[in-house]
């Protein structure tokens, strides 16, 4: 980015506005002219970040067109690489089957160590990954708290074996205190029958 002699002019009275010690303000005039230098930066902003968007377009077009586009795509490449570009893992592979030449082989060298230091400082900037809490074995049976201490004071076993404890089994039901019932006899269920009597005869009710 090149600035005109009266952009560097106004940037130059703002640099100096803002490091001395007086606090008188800016007059209208100088004002304008700080938002106007304020806004041919954003142009030429915006402007580099076309050009850088067209000159990424190119690259993938003449790596696609290998290797009839040699020339062009060395010289793209290396106009990149000065402006900041960071080779994508395609460059470097086209770069290594085209090492024959010394220009690639030269542009090669240069590659990789820029994508080196961009791993390094990707790797150095990376948050810290968060560590596992690991279970300790047999992390409720050690008597390290107090409930395991009671737990094995109780039983008298020493908790610190690290065996799980056996289900409980269930209850068996109380026993009930009422008197139990009798069992009938087969007599007292089936009575015997009583023999028929036989009726009077007549002569004596006569008589």
Partial sequence: ??????????????????LQSSTA???????????????????????AGRLRAFLLADLARYRAALPGSLTGYLELLQDALAAGYEPVPDDLAALRALRA????????????????RSVRRRLSTAPAPRTRLLAIAGGAGTGSGPTGSASGAGTGT??????????????????????????????????????????????????
């Fill in 158 to 207: 020493g908790s610190g074996s690290g065996k799980e404890k056996e289900p409980s089994r269930p209850q068996e039901p109380e026993p009930d205190d009422r008197p139990a019932r009798p069992i009938p006899t087969p007599g007292e269920v089936f009575p015997p029958r009583r023999k028929p009597v036989a009726p009077p005869e007549a002569g004596r009710a006569a008589g």
């Fill in 101 to 116: 030449n010394p220009v690639a082989a030269a542009v090669l060298e240069r590659a990789q160590g820029i994508a080196e």
């Fill in 25 to 47: 303000p800016l007059t209208a005039a100088e004002v304008q002219d700080c938002l106007r230098l304020a806004q041919s930066v954003d142009e030429a902003v915006q402007e």
């Fill in 1 to 18: 980015m090149a600035f005109s002699a009266v952009e560097l002019h106004v940037l130059r009275r703002s640099l100096a506005h803002a």
